[in-house]
Structures are given as C-alpha cells and as structure tokens.
C-alpha cells in the first residue's frame, strides 16, 4: 500500500512548481493563518513533500508575495496566493489534490483543538493538578481539574487528552447530562 501512495506524489513536486500550488491551496481553503513549520511537518509526514523543500517553497511565496506572514511563523495566503491556488485543478492530479484537501482537513481539526484547548499542570502539596479547558474564543465551554500523584501521570494524561480532545469534551458531556431531559427554556 505504501508503494502505491507513494506514485501519487511526484517526484519533482518542488521542481515542477507544483508545490507552492498545494501550499497556496492549503492556505487559501482554510481561510486563517497556519505556522510554517506546521504545513512543512504535515507536508513531510504525509509523503507529499520533504520539510526542507516546503520550508524553501514557503520562503519563495513569501517573497514572491504570494502568502503574508500574519505573525511570527504564520502565514496567510494573499489574494495572489488564492490565484494561484485556482491553478490546482489543472496542474495537480485528482488523487493528489485528494490527500491534500484530506491533510488540510487533518491539521486543521488538531490545530483547532490544540488553540481551543487549554492544559494546565500546576503542582501542589497533595500532587499535580491538570485543569483541562475548553475555550471559545474568550469563553470557558467547559472545564475539569483532576488532582494525579506525580508530574509523569499528569504529563502522560496531558498527552491523552491532546491527542483527541473532542473526545474527551464530548464524554465528559455525555456523562454529565445523560439524565437530564432539556425542554424548551419558554416551556414552564
């Protein structure tokens, strides 16, 4: 299987310009600024592309003015970069703009969770405290502390949670209302 994944990228992606083509893409479909690095190890982890081709790709948008950097190590695609990105259909084939829309749709969902979720480890007499959160935006959707013995614990459940926070947000839910019966708040 990995051999037949492996033909769908091309061997001169960064050659062939193609590349920059699937960053644009990347950038312009998720509308937000992304971290550099996050596309690169995403790019490389995926088979599309190494991590030095892409981070060299990245810098030649940036100075091409085809993506801006938003803040440090963020960057958005410019309204040349979204021209670009139109380009896809007909220089990419279908089954690589596939991996990419379903990369795009992989990191978008962790780097949601990642800024949507907050962990916190503070130490105290009786252990480590882990307080999870769930934010939107300025907003605390839910939050749990649970006190665990010793720091390796509290980091592995850090990890845990980190790996699938959606999961844990929505068992917790679950578990909290699974008796409650909601009626309409004008109902009396």
Do not use: W
């Not at 690169?40 to 993506?67: C, M, P, R, V």
């Not at 259909?89 to 990419?100: H, I, M």
């Amino acid at each position: 299987m990995a051999n037949k994944l492996e033909k769908i990228v091309p061997e001169d992606i960064f050659e062939s310009g193609d590349l920059k083509i699937l960053i644009c893409y990347m950038l312009t479909s998720l509308g937000e600024p992304l971290p550099a690095t996050e596309l690169s190890q995403l790019f490389h982890y995926e088979g599309i592309a190494n991590y030095f081709d892409t981070q060299t790709a990245i810098d030649n948008l940036l100075n091409g003015g085809y993506i801006k950097e938003t803040s440090k190590d963020m960057f958005l695609a410019t309204e040349k970069g979204a021209d670009l990105s139109h380009t896809l259909k007909d220089s990419v084939s279908a089954v690589l703009r596939t991996k990419v829309y379903n990369a795009v749709v992989k990191m978008l969902a962790r780097y949601k969770a990642e800024r949507d979720t907050d962990i916190t480890i503070t130490q105290s007499d009786s252990g480590y405290l882990l307080t999870y959160k769930v934010m939107s935006g300025e907003d605390t959707m839910l939050a749990f502390s649970i006190m665990l013995p010793n720091m390796s614990q509290a980091n592995e459940l850090k990890d845990k949670i980190l790996k699938d926070p959606k999961y844990y947000c929505d068992s917790f839910i679950n578990l909290l209302t699974e008796d409650i019966s909601f009626k309409n708040s004008q109902e009396k």
